[in-house]
Every structure is written in structure tokens, then in C-alpha cells.
């Protein structure tokens, strides 16, 4: 299957705690994305790496640090997890300079609780 | 600045009814504009995009830059259109990404 795979899935966790994402391309895409989903369902970019390299950082806080071993590989490590950061996360990726004809491929999601 | 409005965020119409879902936009460059849906329990896809003018599960949307606007239209919606729709801006240059409205939940009863 080629695709956008995250894992897990769901991740219930304490407040305090330090838990990661993981997501996977298999898409031959250069560019990939993080994107969280709050419970009004507003969907907002948080990260994107262009080739392992940061391009996009939407002002998240520094408790976010995303990482990306290779191009179709970023991972997303959360510290000192706080009530505020319950939402759905998804990880996305797509061919940069292709412009309008871009289609941003978009994984399952992971539902994080933070109780 | 970039921004995408939709206005609404539920609709609520019986199958065979047509659907017009907004989305106005802001952007000081030239507009590259998406819709993706978000069926229940699924991932996030693209439905269409403006440039290709195409009609996809019986959706269309027009672009008009006079009116800043790329509304999703549907003559005759069908159960399995409920769903979350998004519509969406590709911002230009360097940092290139979506910029997505805050959604809209559709609901087709039957």
C-alpha cells in the first residue's frame, strides 16, 4: 500500500508526559507535514520539512520538536504534555513545486488525550 | 495576510436537495485553492482543485477572484456526501502550504 501511515493510532497519556508520533511516506514525496486538528475540528499546520530540512515552524511551542531522520520519515515529540494539547494530529506529505497540482496525501491521524 | 473563511459550519439538507458549501478567501497573491473532505473515521483527501475545473462525485467549484470566493456546489446531494469539508489556499514562495477555513460539517439526510 503506498501511503501515509502514522502510529499509533490513539495515545492516552498524564499531563507532564513526554510521548512521540511517528510518521511514514512511502510516496517518494520530498515534503511532509504536521497539522493539528482541535475539537472544533480546525484543522492548522504546525511543522513542514522540505528534504529533512525545517521550512514551515507556525509558532508552536518549543515543547513541540518534530524530527526528520530521512524524506519519508517525521516524527513528532511532544515534552511536558499539557491538557491543551488533546487533539487529532496529522501527518501529510507532498511533492514541493508542483504547485497548484500539488495534492497533499494525508495520514490516519493520531488522537492524543492528555488527561 | 492569508486567510480562508467558511462561514457556515453545518448544513443540514435532504438527499436530492442541492448544496452550495462557502469559501471566501484572503490572499495578496494569485490564489491556488483546494477543497478537501473528511468522510467519518476516514483520513483527510482532496475532493478538487480550481485549476482543473473538473466535477468530482458530482461537486464543482468556480473560481471568482471579483468576489473572492471559490464556493463548493452539489445540484443533488447524496447521503454519502456528509462528511467534513475544507476549503483550502496554497500560499506561494518559498514556505509553501495550505492554509485551511475552519471546516464545515454537511449532513445529507435521507
Known amino acids: 500500500d503506498t501511503a501515509v501511515s502514522q502510529t499509533p493510532k490513539y495515545l492516552v497519556t498524564q499531563m507532564g508526559n513526554d510521548k512521540s508520533i511517528k510518521c511514514e511516506q512511502n510516496l517518494g514525496h520530498d515534503t511532509m507535514y504536521w497539522y493539528k486538528q482541535d475539537s472544533k475540528k480546525f484543522l492548522k499546520i504546525m511543522f513542514s520539512y522540505n528534504n529533512k530540512e525545517l521550512i514551515i515552524n507556525e509558532t508552536v511551542p518549543n515543547r513541540f520538536s518534530p524530527k526528520s531522520p530521512d524524506k519519508a520519515h517525521l516524527n513528532l515529540h511532544i515534552n511536558s504534555l499539557e491538557l491543551g494539547d488533546s487533539a487529532v494530529y496529522f501527518c501529510?506529505?507532498?511533492?514541493?513545486?508542483?504547485?497548484?497540482?500539488?495534492?497533499?496525501?494525508f495520514g490516519p491521524g493520531t488522537r492524543l488525550t492528555v488527561l | 495576510a492569508q486567510r480562508v473563511t467558511q462561514p457556515e459550519k453545518l448544513l443540514s439538507v435532504f438527499k436530492g436537495a442541492p448544496v452550495e458549501l462557502k469559501c471566501n478567501y484572503s490572499y495578496s497573491g494569485s490564489p491556488e485553492l483546494f477543497w478537501y473532505v473528511q468522510y467519518s473515521r476516514q483520513r483527510l483527501q482532496l475532493l478538487l482543485r480550481?485549476?482543473s475545473r473538473e466535477s468530482i462525485k458530482g461537486f464543482t467549484a468556480d473560481l471568482n477572484k471579483g468576489e473572492t470566493s471559490f464556493h463548493l456546489k452539489k445540484p443533488f446531494a447524496q447521503e454519502e456526501d456528509s462528511a467534513m469539508y475544507y476549503c483550502?489556499?496554497?500560499?506561494?514562495?518559498?514556505?509553501?502550504?495550505?492554509?485551511f477555513g475552519k471546516g464545515m460539517k454537511l449532513t445529507v439526510n435521507p
Open positions: 483550502a489556499l496554497l500560499t506561494q514562495g518559498g514556505s509553501e502550504k495550505l492554509v
Open positions: 480550481h485549476i
Open positions: 501529510a506529505s507532498s511533492q514541493r513545486g508542483g504547485g497548484v497540482w500539488n495534492e497533499q496525501f
